[in-house]
């Protein structure tokens, strides 16, 4: 018993050791919020994630780009605009991160996220740098297709006080690429799809303007006060000039 015993320990130990490994070389997903938030920013097409891992430093960067096309500001149609580019031609989002082996966010000055377009929201341009961020969280997760997320704390941008103090983002890969699951080696894929939210986006405080049936409402009630008052003011005049209208009333 204790010699088989000995072997399952040494059969299982190189097991234990390849387990350990690709848990050193796997990221997990950040906890998403959850649930639907705006502003929202969609992305999508022609875009690119390129990862070059670096043995010396055992570190990598990673660069994220991608074109977004639709900004929706609240849940009707009518607040969903469409990015356009600056007039250099520039339309993208931006993304450059340093990790370790783990896929875990290195701190570094080169971290940044950045989004370039031309925007019209409730009738005012925005152009430029629309957005700029500092990453503050890294998730990664494989499978078809691979996912990725970020924390990020807002740091300028002209619609910085849109979005609020903190962006979420999330962008999947579109099936085409040669990540694995490692952070320990370099890898390509192709951006199939993103979402840029912000959770934390100041509450509008402005009062909404009272639709046409609520004026036709409170100018309807005030019509018939204004009658009954007048009716009470004629039938005083005619009880104070005649007093006999008291016995036709009864009458």
């Not at 022609?46 to 891992?53: C, K, M």
């Not at 199939?192 to 402005?206: E, F, R």
Request: proline share 7%; net charge neutral.
């Amino acid at each position: 018993m204790q010699r088989m015993r000995s072997l399952f320990a040494r059969a299982g130990l190189p097991l234990v050791l390849v387990v350990g490994l690709c848990a050193e070389v796997s990221a997990e997903l950040i906890q998403s919020p959850g649930g639907r938030a705006y502003p929202d920013l969609a992305g999508a097409i022609t875009g690119t994630q390129q990862y070059t891992y670096h043995p010396s430093t055992q570190t990598g960067t990673l660069q994220v780009t991608n074109t977004p096309f639709l900004l929706t500001t609240g849940p009707s149609a009518a607040n969903e605009v469409v990015v356009q580019p600056n007039s250099d031609g520039m339309r993208s989002q931006v993304i450059n991160l340093k990790l370790d082996p783990n896929g875990r966010l290195v701190s570094d000055p080169g971290n940044s996220y950045s989004l370039y377009g031309t925007v019209v929201v409730d009738g005012k341009t925005f152009q430029g740098l629309l957005l700029q961020a500092t990453p503050t969280a890294f998730g990664a997760k494989t499978g078809a297709p691979a996912s990725f997320n970020l924390d990020l704390k807002v740091t300028g941008g002209e619609l910085a006080r849109t979005f609020g103090p903190s962006v979420y983002m999330e962008f999947h890969s579109g099936g085409e690429g040669t990540f694995d699951g490692s952070f320990a080696r370099s890898f390509t894929t192709k951006i199939d799809s993103s979402n840029t939210l912000g959770y934390q986006s100041p509450v509008p405080t402005t009062v909404p303007e009272p639709t046409t049936f609520v004026v036709l409402l409170a100018g309807g009630f005030w019509l018939i006060v204004y009658r009954h008052r007048r009716r009470h003011r004629f039938s005083s005049v005619i009880h104070d000039h005649h007093p006999a209208a008291d016995e036709l009333s009864v009458l």
